[in-house]
Every structure is written in C-alpha cells, then in structure tokens.
C-alpha cells in the first residue's frame, strides 16, 4: 500500500497565492522528501528533512514534519504559473535499506 | 550533460513481444532504480541495484528483469508483454539509498 498520502489531490490557485500541500504516512521513517513532477517529465528533488528536524526552507519551499502526527507540510509561497506540476512526498523507510515510498501526489495549478 | 538518461523516451509494442529500456546515470552514483507510475500517477518503485548487486525486488513479476552492467547502468528487460504493463517507467539513481534521488526522463510504454 502507498506510505504518503497527499492532500488536497487537486489545487488550483491565483499566482501570488500560498499554495500548501499535506503527506500523511504510517510507518517510522529516516526522512521525508517532497518531489516536483511536470506533465510528461521525470521527479525533480525539491527538498528532504530528516525525521529530527521540524522546519526546513528552501527559497519560496517551506516544509514542516510532526512525526507524532505523522504528517507534513509543503508551503510554496507567491506561487508562479511555473510552479504548476504534480507535487509528491516520498518517505524514506526505517529499517530495511531505507527505500522510498512516494505518495498519490497532488496536482496544483496556477492560474496568471 | 543529462545526469540521467534513458532510451527510449516512447516505446509502443504488440502483446507478447519482448523489449528493453536502457538507463544511464553519469552523476558517479552507487545505488540506481527502476519505478513503475501508472495512468493514476502512483510511483512505484520496482528494482534498486546498489553497486551491480540487486538490494530491493519489489514483488514484481518474473517477467521483469533488471540488468546492472556497471555501476553506470541499470537497463529492464521486460518479457512477454502484457496491456497491464502499460506505463511510464522511471529510472533513478541517488549517491545512498534513501536520500535525494536524481530521475530520468522516463519511458512511456504503452502495450496494444
């Protein structure tokens, strides 16, 4: 079964909006990752936070992981009709040889 | 110079034939992958090679097999084509297992 779970599935926002994006998983993990995919394209890496941190940042990226929760977040701020893509969380497993796990991802669109 | 590489980008086959992707990687890295995303978007992965050894087979069919002849490359011959084996599959590779991953294009196969 898949790990992460995104949510929303869909996001449509104006640009200059904050679009966020949520991964929920099940297991105990070493790291969560966030990927960007655009249509027809392979993932691109966009950032990776260790189950130890809470806040990462990465230019216009925010990501925050509650591990009690077992959840993250993905904020993208001031949104750009660049940034519309299919966007995935991948946990990396504990245990085992640490294989990532991708999410059903969310589709955000933004509009000029 | 693309990091990852695979060819072909296309490939469109008649059921029951035999076909191969190959995939490259020229970022020096250890450990390269091959993931299976289908029509719904679900990215799963289904080889990991670690240094031409075999370190993750994903329950995938024996029809499936992965061929690592250096550590540069990892290439998926695929037997007896099926419509179920009608995908975009993904080659990857990362420095260590579980941490940034670095993806190819992608192979669209589609099986008629």
């Known amino acids: 079964s898949q790990q992460g779970e995104e949510d929303p599935q869909a996001l449509s926002i104006q640009e200059g909006e904050n679009a966020t994006m949520n991964c929920s998983y099940k297991?105990?993990?070493?790291?969560l990752q966030w990927y960007r995919q655009n249509s027809g394209r392979g993932l691109v890496h966009l950032i990776l936070?260790?189950?130890?941190?809470r806040e990462k940042h990465s230019g216009r990226l925010r990501v925050t992981l509650d591990t009690s929760k077992k959840s993250s977040s993905l904020l993208i701020t001031a949104s750009r009709a660049a940034d519309t893509a299919s966007y995935f969380c991948?946990?990396?497993?504990?245990?085992?040889?640490?294989?990532?796990?991708f999410g059903a991802g969310t589709r955000l669109a933004v509009h000029p | 110079d693309t990091a990852v590489s695979q060819t072909p980008k296309y490939l469109v086959t008649q059921m029951g034939n035999d076909k191969s992707i190959k995939c490259e990687q020229n970022?020096?890295?250890?450990?390269m992958y091959w993931y299976k995303q289908d029509s719904k978007k679900f990215l799963k992965i289904m080889f990991s090679?670690?240094?031409?050894?075999?370190?993750i087979n994903e329950t995938v069919p024996n029809r499936f097999s992965p061929k690592s002849p250096d550590k540069a490359h990892l290439n998926l011959h695929i037997n007896s084509l099926e419509l179920g084996d009608s995908a975009v599959y993904f080659c990857?590779?990362?420095?260590?297992?579980?941490?940034?991953?670095?993806f190819g294009p992608g192979t669209r196969l589609t099986v008629l």
């Open positions: 990857a590779s990362s420095q260590v297992m579980g941490n940034e991953q670095f």
């Open positions: 297991t105990s993990i070493n790291n």
């Open positions: 936070i260790r189950s130890n941190e």
């Open positions: 991948a946990t990396g497993e504990r245990g085992g040889y640490n294989k990532l796990i």
């Open positions: 970022l020096g890295h250890d450990t």
């Open positions: 090679y670690n240094n031409k050894e075999l370190i």
